[in-house]
């Protein structure tokens, strides 16, 4: 396995459930890489979409995936950054639309292919921790800790609610909770790398826990598989 070189702690589950900001919490934490799988769907929809390929153009965007050119890294703030060919994708990037045009590229097997490679490679030492939703099914199965993240329907709308109010003007509770459910079927139900619990995860409830109290629970999960010092 080209990622054994480094431990990997996988971080999947539905949207909303706090992956991102857990993810990035634990990361740091740790000193290790994070890997933002569900940016690179993103950033495959936006391309192929700014390349002018027909929308349903599977082999097209598998092409494009490939080679993408995706920098990962941070503006002068400390806040995330994404260029993609050189241009700063990070706000086009993070609205419903685009989330949208992802999970639909995402049903897609040869573009999850062309992005596999891409994955592994942040398996770096010290150590990554990746985020997605077959991260320890599919792409990091050997997995050193593998955690399923969920929280309840209404608390993960809430939180994309709040989360985009201000960036994406416009956007209403009850239509973020459709689009939620939309996208929790399209992604639990293709056939290609769906959203399932790994047998060998451990399901952690984010519904009435801060953002610090799961990374804590996790820190202290890995700490007692020897994984890090508690
Ligand atoms: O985590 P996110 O909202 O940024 O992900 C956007 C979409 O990308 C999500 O709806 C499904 C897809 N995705 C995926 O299929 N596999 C991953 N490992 C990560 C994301």
Partial sequence: MPHAAAPVVTIDGPSGAGKGTVSRGLA???????????????????????????????????????????VFSAHPDGSEQILLDGQDVTRAIRSEE???GASRV???????????????????PPGLVADGRDMGTVVFPGAALKIFLVASPEERAQRRYNQLKGKDSGVSLAAL??????????DSTRPVSPLVRAEDAIVVDSTRLGIAEV???????????????G
């Fill in 28 to 70: 740091k934490r740790l000193g290790w890489h994070l890997l933002d799988s569900g940016a690179l769907y993103r950033v495959a929809a936006l391309a192929g979409q700014r390349a002018g390929l027909a929308a349903n153009d599977q082999d097209g965007h598998a092409v494009l995936a490939a080679t993408l050119k995706i």
């Fill in 98 to 100: 685009a989330g949208a």
């Fill in 106 to 124: 995402a049903t897609w097997p040869a573009l999850r292919q062309a992005l596999m490679a891409r994955q592994h490679a942040f398996a770096r």
């Fill in 177 to 186: 909770s459709r689009e939620i459910e939309a996208r929790d079927r399209q």
């Fill in 215 to 229: 990374v804590e629970a996790i820190w202290r999960l890995g700490a007692q598989r020897g994984l890090w010092q």
